[in-house]
């Protein structure tokens, strides 16, 4: 009797170990890693045997039979593919005095959906914008910065233009301009001119222009220029009629005069806006209540139609024929011109060859210039006033121009 309670109950333990021992091994990392590698193995020479054994392994594409388990997998690939993507499309959060900003990469396809204050990562990955978008587009506040980091514009923009008021700034940080903006662009090859300074961010902002009431600031940071500006530049015209007294209330920099007495003509240069003003007065002072009538602008660019226009060819295209062009004798304003281009490196054939005696360091008197000496005039009528090119000849480049 007792042999067979001995062996019920050695059956009974070996029963329950071999459930223990299967539970311990179903419950083993080691085994339970082990089933997942089988099993994602087998899917895998699965998802991989992409070779037909039935007529039903085929689809139709254009006539052409492709595998079924082809087209599942490239079908199943390209979904990871896209789901990677967007993940690493997907923005970053960052929090800014207490408010949270996501930052998009310049290309992500969830940017083009954002709105409200974002940071847009440039190409090669540094933060190019900070602040207001709508749809995708950069519309509203928002600061511009380069690739070390410096701003370069800070104000209002509108579909990843500058539009409206703002502040551009240089590489070292000083402001260039404070004032308006619009978002005319340049058609065809044109380039900017002067002291703009505006610079594009690697990912396409495409760039506004100066535009009507702005503040022009010089590389130690003083403002010497405002009033209107038009396609990037000073509106020259308005220096016309204007007293000395008056022309200093826009203009705050730097003066030279050149006094030419037998013509009885004095020319001031306004050296850090390049342009020159003329009034016929021996005896006139900065002063004085002398009108200017003629200004002459030291720029081989000229901005009209909303482009920038580089030759002769370009000016007659876009504002008609002249209504004089030929050779004619120097004056004093051009020879004045010619010899401020050339101290800065401009190459021209034309001499000013002036005799000159400085008086003080802001002005120079001159005693004889190359009077006989022969420059190409092609004289334009925009509007009220004539608009006369001066070069070397009938075709291609001119070196500056003077407005009367």
Sequence with gaps: MMQFW????????????????????????????????????????LLLDVKPRHHR????????????????????????????????????????????????RYSAIPLRLANGRVRIQAKKGYVAYEGEVSKGYVCGEGILYGEDGQVI???EFDGNRYQGEGVLYREDGGKLYEGGFSDNLYEGSGILY?????????????????EGEGVLYNASGSPVFGGQFH????????????????????????????????????VVW????????????????????????????????????????????????????????????????????????????????????IDRTNVFDEVTAVNAYAEDAVVYLHAYRIGDRTYTFVSEGKTGGFFFYEIE
């Design 153 to 155: 514009y800070e104000g």
């Design 270 to 353: 306004l050296r850090e806006i390049d342009a020159l003003c003329l009034a016929k007065d021996n005896e006139m002072s900065l002063s004085d209540s002398l009108k200017y009538d003629l200004v002459c602008v030291t720029k081989d660019t000229f901005g009209y139609g909303g482009r920038v226009i580089h030759s002769i060819e370009e000016l007659t295209e876009a504002v008609g024929e002249p209504v004089y062009e030929g050779n004619s004798y120097l004056t004093f304003v051009e020879a004045a011109a010619i010899d401020i281009l050339q101290k800065r490196g401009k190459a021209m054939a034309i001499k000013a060859e």
């Design 57 to 104: 392994d085929y689809v139709v594409f254009l006539r052409w039979m492709v595998s079924r388990r082809l087209v599942n997998a490239v079908v199943l690939l390209g979904g990871a593919v896209c789901l990677l993507y967007l993940f690493w499309l997907r923005p970053i959060g960052a929090e800014t005095e207490g408010v949270q900003i996501k930052t998009y």
């Design 231 to 266: 396609l990037d530049d000073i509106v020259y015209t308005q220096l016309l009629g204007k007293t000395a007294e008056e022309i200093g209330e826009r203009y705050t920099g730097e003066q030279f005069i050149y006094q030419y007495g037998q013509a009885d003509e004095n």
């Design 194 to 210: 002067g002291e703009s300074g505006i610079k594009c961010y690697e990912g396409g902002f495409a760039q506004g222009l100066k």
């Design 6 to 45: 001995k062996a019920l109950i050695a059956a009974v333990i070996t029963k329950f170990d071999r459930w223990i021992v299967g539970i311990r091994r179903f419950t083993s990392p080691q085994y339970v890693m082990g089933q997942i590698v089988q099993k994602f193995r087998e899917r895998v020479s």
